[in-house]
């Protein structure tokens, strides 16, 4: 019975793509995926190494001029930083659920407002990492973007927890930011984005890596943070680095006097995206995130589980073999900062093939 709920979303897209063809045309829908085969090994108090799998199918739906619908499938269960499926259980049928589901509107100039459950966070909120955010998430709420060139703005105001007999679990979001292109090869982008975590405090949220301050069985602190973010970049080069970027995250939350900040610097260069065959990329980010800078709820789960209390170093390597085939090499070495519990740092590689259609 589990497997119903997958089908009958499948059924509902096909449904409305079909009929979106059959009424307007083709040119009305846009549909887009990926399918990923990944090896991943691992090393902490013992190694580990599987075969792992990940699709993503997703249509776009234009039923009138300023009005977009969106919806998607994924593999994966019920732990929103993942829609990876480990090879295993002598074949037993993998579980499909819904990704996302919004609609947009765009009727007025340089303004989108979504509604939903959105196509993903960091189409919601612009940061240059996945310190804070890992990329699997899709938030779900209402928000709104602006975009006048140089100038940018999101907010809007999500739901993270629903319950029947309490205060329900939310958080507003606010991000101004600008861009600057100074010469047609060099730019620079920042933001400034402030959360506001509503009815957190001591309560724990699902899904919780359970690493921040309880007390009382509950959350010690308010997670009301500032997260500015800046990038710069150089592209158009000539010869064998086409592409360099230095960007940086950094987080603070100003309830508890200790373990209330975060930050993760980097660098990229090759071609800014790995599109066809002989396209490359590297990126190198060193990352710290204390204890309570941040709700555990959030961070990128390949780093170290998506604990708070960690800092290390990650490598990452894209090749494109053909186009929209590439391979990709991605290694972490990240340990906690809780010296009480001991550092147990985490090895951590991927080895991944992806196909985009």
């Not at 009958?8 to 846009?30: D, P």
């Not at 957190?200 to 690493?211: A, D, M, N, P, Q």
């Not at 943070?225 to 000539?238: C, F, G, I, Q, R």
Request: charged share 25%.
């Amino acid at each position: 019975m589990r497997k119903i709920p997958g089908l009958l979303i499948a059924v509902a897209i096909l449904g409305l793509t079909s009929f979106a063809y059959a009424s307007e045309g083709m040119e009305k829908v846009k549909l887009k995926g990926d399918f990923r085969f990944r090896y991943q090994w691992e090393g902490n108090s013992h190694t580990r190494g599987r075969a792992r799998i990940r699709l993503r199918v997703g249509a776009v739906v234009t039923p009138s001029e300023h009005f977009k619908i969106g919806c998607g499938l994924a593999t994966g269960g019920y732990d929103p930083r993942s829609t990876n499926l480990t090879l295993d259980d002598g074949f037993e049928s993998k579980d499909v659920k819904l990704d996302y589901a919004y609609a947009e509107y765009s009727g007025v100039k340089g303004m989108i407002v979504w509604g939903g459950k959105y196509k993903g966070i960091k189409e919601a909120v612009w940061s240059t990492s996945d310190l804070l955010w890992d990329s699997d998430l899709r938030p779900e709420g209402a928000g709104v973007k602006f975009d006048f060139g140089s100038v940018f703005a999101n907010a809007g105001l999500w739901v993270l927890d629903e319950e029947k007999t309490e205060a329900d679990a939310l958080m507003f979001y606010a991000q101004p930011g600008v861009e600057w292109h100074m010469t047609e090869n060099f730019g620079l982008k920042t933001a400034v984005a402030y959360y506001n975590s509503i009815s957190v405090k001591g309560r724990v949220l699902k899904h919780s890596s359970e690493t921040n301050t309880l007390e009382n069985d509950g959350l010690k602190y308010d997670y009301d943070v500032w997260a500015p973010s800046v990038k710069v970049e150089v592209k158009n080069l000539t010869g064998f680095v086409p592409y360099i970027a230095l960007f940086g995250d950094y987080v603070k939350n100003p309830d508890p006097d200790q373990e209330n900040q975060g930050y993760l610097v980097g660098l990229k260069f090759g071609n800014k995206k790995v599109k066809k065959f002989g396209n490359w990329q590297f990126k190198y980010m060193y990352r710290g995130l204390e204890k309570d800078a941040w709700l555990d709820i959030f961070p990128d789960s390949d780093t170290y589980g998506g604990k708070t209390g960690v800092k290390g170093h990650e490598a990452e390597f894209k090749f494109g073999l053909a186009k929209n085939l590439a391979l990709g090499l991605d290694y972490y070495n990240v340990k906690q900062t809780d010296l009480s519990a001991g550092e147990n740092p985490l090895h951590l590689l991927q080895v991944d093939l992806v196909w985009k259609f």
